[in-house]
């Protein structure tokens, strides 16, 4: 059966509901507030799982009443959580997420029991006996290139996906593919990324950095980068936007669900794209998922 490990965050998401985000500087007041799971980690562990594929999740939640919460969330997901350490005196993470009602957000992240993931060698283990590896970069540097680099050395397919960005070059070569949206494309390249045809300019460099890319591009869909072609993906038009929150997320686990499934990347890219589409119209990040379909091979 197919198999993917994610290595990566779990948070509290503390979901607070404005009319409209606030500018630099300015006060607004929240029309609800409430608690969900969330951490991209998390959020792609659960959207692999809700396609049917096996996934585990290594990371760290708190010693903390909210950590005991998130495990039995993920677990109760069908994620498997038997490399999720517990770290003593430390909190879970939490990100406070701020949705205005064209579901539009913006996100802060207090790293907590997070900073503390370690990779041992049960968890490196998974990572090298699954078919797919996916990261993102709520953990530290060092977790996430180790995890790159002893799946790549076991021929497992790497998912990167760069969020929040940061500069990873070696990381980023084995990223096979490299997951990114317009503002990390733009962080990464040095310049403005805005839609499929800056991406399309970007071709030879994003192939010089990575072996294959998607810069995803919200609701216009998505490009796919390859040596081959460059393909831009539609993402069907929701009927309604309620939270974009944990949409990229998503479209990543997808995306991983349907590389360890044995399919090639383009028909991953559109399974992607549908599924972010569909996050947008539930509220909330991970939990919030509905079932998510692959092509058949
Ligand atoms: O990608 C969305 C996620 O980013 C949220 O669930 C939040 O926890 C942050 O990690």
Known sequence: MAKVTV??????DVIVTVERLPVEGETVLATSTREGIGGKGANQAMA???????????????????????????????VDVSALAAVTGTGSGTAYVFVDVDGQNQIVVEQGANAQVVLDGPALDLVRSADVL???????DQVVAEAVTAASAAGTRVVVNLAPYRSAADVVALADPL??????????????????TDV????????????????????AGAVLVTPDEVVEVASPTPPRVVDTTGAGDAFVGVLAAGLASGLSLRPC???????????????????????FHLPRG
Do not use: F, I
């Open 7 to 12: 290595v990566g965050s779990v948070n509290r």
């Open 134 to 140: 996916v990261v993102q970069c709520e953990v530290s």
């Open 269 to 291: 890219v559109e399974a992607a794209a549908a599924a972010g589409s569909l996050a947008v119209q539930s509220p909330g990040a991970g939990s919030g998922y509905p079932a």
């Open 179 to 196: 997951v990114v949206n317009e503002h990390e494309a733009a962080d990464l390249l040095g310049r403005p990324v805005a839609g499929a």
């Open 48 to 78: 692999v799982a809700r396609t049917g594929t096996e996934v585990t999740l290594v990371g760290a939640v708190g010693d903390d009443e909210a950590g005991a919460r998130l495990r039995s969330v993920l677990a109760d997901a069908h």
């Open 200 to 219: 399309r300019a970007a071709r030879d460099e994003l192939l010089a950095l990575c072996r294959t890319a998607v810069v995803t591009l919200g609701s």
